[in-house]
């Protein structure tokens, strides 16, 4: 294989370009350029780790443990991660199989008790812990061995996002202040003109509850991104900010750390499949149609190396909802 473009790795394996464009930069891969090639290529080697951390991930092991298992000669540090995994994955599956006999308890006998016309007392002293206490718990058992089907469709399961997990807020309207960046890392390009602005302005002190919100911006195939800063509406803004105003309205938001930007699909999976709210596209075009990354505890931008900010950092991801009508 000579190579491929991040495109076409991208379209390939179904991750974003923003997706792979972050691994490389903590290190899990390495893209070049050939110097009559303007596009950047991933060789052989590349192309299979990426795919062997896309199966990880899809084995739900964290970044920080998979570049571990990547660089694991010896492999002795990936038996433990792996052992440490399946640790937790068995004590996930005993929780969730213990409310799930509960649950299968209480509506066998719910159903014998209409069949007898007899009212079961939810509320009585002592009868869901009885019934807790009367369960009998046998270990799991995979007979079978997984195959790659089954890893995605308990994949496509397991990432699905419900009502419960999905706030509804409002973002009110603001005045905030911009700067776009279009380079090989945008987005590191304006959280540094960001530190700079609100150390310069002292924002802190002018208005301590400034929040900050940010959104793919691409020129010309070129990956960008813009950062907006809520200000006060009489702040001088230094070069090269702008102050633009935005009416806000209402979201759909779910948290993740920094880098796990593929939960962006399930959001808007929510957002397609909900009964009660429709996505609200919004302009401008360049702002995704209204999505917007919102950096929850960005205050840690003045207390740490911008190079491990990402290991602390936050975002809301938020996708633009109304009510449904009717």
């Known amino acids: 294989m000579e190579g491929m473009t991040v495109s076409e790795v991208s379209r390939r394996y179904s991750v974003s370009t923003r997706m792979l464009r972050y691994y490389e930069k903590i290190g899990l891969l390495q893209s070049g350029r050939r110097e009559e090639y303007a596009y950047r290529m991933y060789d052989e080697t590349a192309v299979r780790r990426l795919q062997i951390l896309l199966i990880l991930r899809k084995l739900r092991i964290p970044l920080k443990q998979i570049a571990v298992i990547l660089d694991d000669g010896e492999q002795l540090k990936t038996l433990t991660i792996l052992q440490e995994n399946l640790k937790e994955l068995d004590d996930e599956l005993a929780a969730l199989g213990t409310v799930r006999d509960i649950l299968d308890g209480l509506a066998t006998r719910l159903e014998e008790r209409i069949r007898k016309s007899i009212r079961l007392d939810l509320l009585a002293d002592g009868e869901l812990a009885s019934l807790a206490q009367s369960l009998s718990l046998s270990p799991m058992s995979i007979a079978e061995e997984k195959n790659m089907d089954d890893l995605n469709k308990a994949n496509a399961v397991l990432k699905k996002l419900t009502d419960k997990e999905v706030r509804i807020i409002h973002v009110a309207p603001v005045t905030v202040a911009a700067v776009h960046r279009v380079s090989d890392s945008p987005e590191a390009d304006c959280l540094a003109a960001l530190r700079k602005m609100i150390l310069e302005c002292r924002l802190c002190e002018r208005k301590p509850d400034f929040r900050v919100f940010g959104f793919n911006h691409d020129v010309d195939g070129v990956h960008g991104y813009e950062h907006w800063i809520t200000v006060p509406d009489d702040l001088e803004l230094p070069a090269p900010f702008v102050k633009k105003h935005y009416g806000g309205g209402l979201y759909g938001a779910?948290?993740?750390?920094?880098?796990?930007?593929?939960?962006?699909?399930?959001?808007?999976?929510?957002?397609?499949?909900s009964e009660e709210y429709e996505?609200?596209?919004?302009?401008?075009?360049?702002?995704?149609?209204?999505?917007?990354?919102?950096?929850?505890n960005f205050i840690h931008i003045f207390d740490n190396d911008m190079d491990t900010l990402d290991q602390i950092m936050q975002l809301d991801l938020l996708v633009p909802i109304r009510k449904r009508k009717g």
């Open 279 to 296: 996505i609200d596209w919004r302009a401008p075009e360049c702002m995704m149609g209204g999505m917007l990354e919102e950096h929850l």
């Open 254 to 273: 779910h948290m993740i750390p920094m880098g796990a930007f593929e939960e962006w699909k399930w959001l808007y999976e929510w957002a397609q499949s």
